[in-house]
């Protein structure tokens, strides 16, 4: 599967950004999706996951409450919508696909060794 991150851009806090991730070369459908970030000088961490299914999410408690991760499978794509952006969420975002068919829980752990897309940076100025 092929990864494209999309939408990240330069904005200022406060304001919202939604990214997309277009999966190609193989459905998406019947696997977990999630996103990760990386700061600049930081490691990646984890954002936020979905389920196959869309039924369950997860989130970093940083981003708890302000992302929200959803799927369309009829489009293969995976979103994130950022709102009430904070300078500390500057980062570039990687979209990450599960290996595994199916899996009913997946997070941080599950999607580490997964398919990763190229990133898009979203810088936010205070």
């Known amino acids: 599967v092929q990864l494209q991150a999309s939408g990240g851009g330069l904005v200022q806090a406060g304001v919202s950004l939604r990214l997309s991730c277009a999966a190609s070369?193989?459905?998406?459908?019947?696997?977990?999706m999630g996103w990760f970030r990386q700061a600049p000088g930081k490691e990646r961490e984890f954002v936020a996951a979905?389920?196959?299914?869309?039924?369950?999410?997860s989130y970093a408690d940083s981003v708890k409450g302000r992302f929200t991760i959803s799927r369309d499978n009829s489009r293969n794509r995976v979103y994130l919508q950022m709102n009430s952006l904070k300078p500390e969420d500057t980062a570039v975002y990687y979209c990450?696909?599960?290996?595994?068919?199916?899996?009913?829980?997946?997070?941080?752990?599950?999607?580490?060794?997964?398919?990763w897309g190229q990133g898009t940076l979203v810088t936010v100025s205070s």
């Open positions: 070369r193989r459905t998406i459908s019947n696997y977990g």
């Open positions: 990450v696909a599960d290996r595994q068919f199916r899996r009913p829980v997946v997070g941080g752990s599950q999607l580490t060794d997964g398919f």
């Open positions: 979905i389920t196959w299914s869309g039924t369950a999410t």
